[in-house]
């Protein structure tokens, strides 16, 4: 869906991207991560022509982006960043709208579609859809730019640290919320992140740049496991990669079906490292496993947590 080619960008006469090759599959959750400065915003930047690469060639669905105008890209490209950018004089209803006002959707369908996304998002529409911007908390301004990116539906979501500024409480929230979607929707998702765990909880692929360039990409597993370099071994932490591998599997891949326990059920969709905080916060070695809809599935058991990382 979205190939890179050679692709490299100069600042003042240094490269910040540079020879970037990179595939994203239609479908595929990408997620950029690096430290400080290693070029992710501008990667991600040069996907919808926010930043213009100069060198190689960046092609979506086939077609190099120069043939798109750029407005028509950014339309099918939903965008959101961490610095949220809401437009100040406009209501949260005027600012989710933003996409569907310029693509002339009928009123009532641009209410739903608000009504819609502020649910998802758990924003009370009643609530906020009249507020302006500096009427929000800042975790509620990014929930607000989040569903702005989604509201026409677009085929490519690009996130640059969307959950930034969100409590570890609020972020995990959302992350599921974008897992969701992402499978629900079938969405083409490049993330931009900080956060390893964010990373690791997310990713189809992860894409580790460092000073511009790619050390290594692959499935979240492949980084953990088979580290391309020092670097890459050093950035994943060896120290608790244990813990980082019960992130990538879901309770639902290790409880023993049919089995019954007592106690609140979790869900077959939580991560072990998850379901390893309840563990603890209980107290007790069982946990009851239910799916989205509440019906028992089985139970989880501690000892099944320990050989995740020998049974990918
Ligand atoms: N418009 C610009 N003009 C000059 N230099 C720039 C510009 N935009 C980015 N850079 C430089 O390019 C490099 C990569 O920046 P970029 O924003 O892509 O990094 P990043 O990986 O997103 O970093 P962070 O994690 O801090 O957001 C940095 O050294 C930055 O200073
Ligand atoms: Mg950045």
Redesign the pocket.
């Known amino acids: 869906m979205i190939n890179f080619s050679g692709v490299s960008k100069h ?2 006469g240094k490269a ?2 540079e020879e970037l090759d990179l595939h994203i599959a239609k479908g595929e959750f990408t997620v950029l991560i ?10 991600l930047k040069m996907i919808n022509r926010l ?1 213009e690469h100069d060198r190689g060639q960046i092609t979506f669905a086939d077609e190099p982006i120069e043939k798109f105008r750029a407005q028509d890209l950014r339309r099918r490209m939903g965008y959101a960043i961490q610095s949220i950018g809401l437009f100040p004089h406009w209501t949260v209803e005027q600012n989710i709208a933003t996409v569907p006002q310029l693509l002339k959707w009928p009123k009532a369908k641009i209410r739903d579609r608000v009504t819609e996304l502020m649910t998802l998002l758990h924003l009370d529409p009643a609530q906020f859809r009249g507020r302006y911007p500096h009427q929000l908390s800042g975790g509620q301004q990014q929930r607000v730019g989040v569903a702005r990116a989604l509201a026409s539906d677009p085929e490519v979501l690009l996130m ?2 969307p959950f930034g500024a969100l409590d570890p409480v609020t972020r995990a929230t959302l992350q599921h919320e974008i897992a969701r979607i992402h499978q629900l929707s079938d969405r083409t998702i490049v993330l ?1 992140t ?1 956060d390893i765990d964010e990373a690791l909880t997310l990713a189809d692929r992860i894409v580790l ?1 460092s000073e ?1 360039k790619i050390v290594q990409q692959g499935t979240p597993l492949e980084l953990l496991t088979q580290p391309a370099t020092p670097f890459v071994a050093d950035f994943f932490g060896r120290s608790d990669s244990g813990i980082k591998l019960l992130a990538l599997t879901r309770v639902g891949e290790r409880l023993r079906a049919g089995e019954q326990a007592e106690g609140e059920p979790v869900t077959a969709s939580m991560t072990l490292r998850e379901a390893l905080s309840e563990f603890v916060a209980r107290h007790t070695e069982q946990l009851p496993v239910c799916d989205e809809g509440g019906k028992p599935l089985g139970v989880l058991h501690f000892s099944d947590l320990i050989d995740v990382g020998a049974k990918p």
């Open positions: 600042f003042a910040v991207v690096g430290t400080s400065g290693s070029g992710k915003s501008t990667t930043v640059d640290e931009v900080h740049l511009g």
